[in-house]
């Protein structure tokens, strides 16, 4: 054995015992999924680290999250009405969890977040604020409302983004009485989302444009005890019931995992929505699920399961006209607030009748800007509140 192979077994003997000491928290499901740390790896992780810290332009360019913020940008070429019907998440409309992070010093720990594991900073990379994890391993969890259990019907929604897309870098899962995981998701294990309830467990592979490195939208959907989880716009995940031999979850934990120090940020938890039998029973339906980009009036494809369900009504009820408002929160000026509203309405109406094949005449449009506020704007959640769309029968 010559002198580097000596050296090299003593280094892969030092990071053995290093690893043989590590804390029992950081033990779970997803912990097999690790990759083993290279010198590759840390020279990313310190890329990724300057980045986070530097504003706009000392942000490396990332072709995957470049395309997927561009996309956003300027609104997505893909139409609504093509998404798969699989892709079937609509967000609920009571916010109860709003952060984007904004509202946090750069360099400290959130306020709206409980550390259970590692060290976590408020970070920059390319405009955004984001949470980071600044060590290899972090547990956070939200402060929500307190509550006996998770809402029967939620959704949870967070842009997430890893520079090497490092398998297990990413665990979600709802916490019960005595730190027992009902459910758990880890995104990516391998190019895969996969889960885990009980004795049940399973995995969908990614199918989206790119790969698994680089920015992602994660959402997940509740009704009672069946969970759906969805990356950018695939359903990955379908339980039909959770395990919950002990106990129903009490709240939701974050676990980051990986050298390159991933990133969540617009983190949105709400109640509902509860499937209704007739979605313009009451006359008017408010709904949190038309997206468009920020100063954009371009419908995006993340619109199509509320776009559909309207569709579907129009046809079920051919007598019905529709009037669509917009309504926006009070960031920006009014009179910008106003137009832009006024222009999403228009553009929905015509995505429904250009993309479902629905009479243009059964539809009118308007917008009120910020004027007819359902919440405080002073607080994030009263703000994602205020953006909405509205339909009534007219």
């Known amino acids: 054995m010559n002198r580097r192979q000596t050296e090299m077994c003593l280094f892969a003997v030092m990071v053995l015992a290093c690893l043989a000491q590590a804390p029992a928290a950081r033990a779970g499901w997803g912990d097999s999924l690790k990759k083993k740390v290279t010198e590759k790896v840390t020279k990313k992780s310190e890329e990724v680290d300057k980045a986070a810290e530097t504003p706009d332009k000392a942000a490396p360019e990332d072709p995957k999250s470049s395309a997927a913020e561009g996309d956003a940008a300027k609104g997505s070429g893909a139409k609504v009405s093509t998404v798969s019907t699989k892709f079937d998440y609509v967000p609920g409309d009571s916010v109860l969890f709003m952060d984007d992070f904004t509202q946090d010093d750069l360099g400290e720990f959130p306020a709206r977040w409980t550390l259970k594991l590692g060290t976590f900073e408020t970070a920059e990379r390319a405009g955004e604020r984001w949470l980071r994890c600044a060590g290899s391993d972090g547990t956070i969890r939200m402060k929500l409302p307190q509550a006996a259990l998770l809402p029967e019907f939620w959704t949870l929604e967070f842009d997430y983004f890893d520079e090497s897309g490092s398998s297990g870098s990413l665990t979600v899962r709802s916490v019960a009485p005595g730190d027992n995981y009902p459910w758990e998701v880890v995104f990516p294990q391998g190019t895969t989302m996969a889960?885990?309830?009980?004795?049940?467990?399973?995995?969908?592979?990614?199918?989206?444009?790119?790969?698994?490195?680089?920015?992602?939208?994660?959402?997940?959907?509740?009704?009672?005890?069946?969970?759906?989880?969805?990356?950018?716009?695939?359903?990955?995940?379908?339980?039909?019931?959770?395990?919950?031999?002990?106990?129903?979850?009490?709240?939701?934990?974050?676990?980051?995992?990986?050298?390159?120090?991933?990133?969540?940020?617009?983190?949105?938890?709400?109640?509902?929505?509860?499937?209704?039998?007739?979605?313009?029973?009451?006359?008017?339906?408010?709904?949190?699920?038309?997206?468009?980009?920020?100063?954009?009036?371009?419908?995006?494809?993340?619109?199509?399961?509320?776009?559909?369900?309207?569709?579907?009504?129009?046809?079920?009820?051919?007598?019905?006209?529709?009037?669509?408002?917009?309504?926006?929160d009070n960031v920006g000026s009014a009179p910008s607030n106003l137009d832009l509203s006024k222009r999403r309405a228009a553009s929905v109406a015509k995505v429904l009748s250009e993309q479902f094949n629905l009479d243009a005449g059964r539809f009118a449009s308007d917008g009120k800007g910020s004027t007819q506020a359902v919440s405080s704007n002073t607080k994030p959640e009263g703000r994602a509140m205020n953006r909405r769309v509205e339909f009534s029968k007219l």
């Open 195 to 328: 889960f885990r309830s009980g004795d049940l467990s399973g995995s969908a592979p990614y199918e989206g444009e790119g790969t698994v490195a680089g920015r992602h939208h994660i959402m997940f959907m509740a009704r009672g005890k069946a969970l759906k989880g969805y990356v950018d716009r695939q359903r990955a995940v379908n339980i039909p019931e959770i395990w919950s031999e002990r106990g129903m979850p009490l709240g939701l934990e974050f676990r980051l995992w990986a050298d390159d120090k991933p990133m969540i940020t617009n983190v949105r938890f709400a109640e509902g929505c509860r499937p209704a039998k007739d979605m313009l029973a009451k006359g008017k339906l408010v709904t949190y699920g038309i997206h468009f980009a920020t100063g954009s009036d371009v419908v995006l494809p993340e619109s199509a399961p509320i776009l559909r369900q309207i569709a579907a009504y129009m046809v079920a009820n051919a007598g019905v006209r529709l009037k669509i408002t917009g309504h926006t």
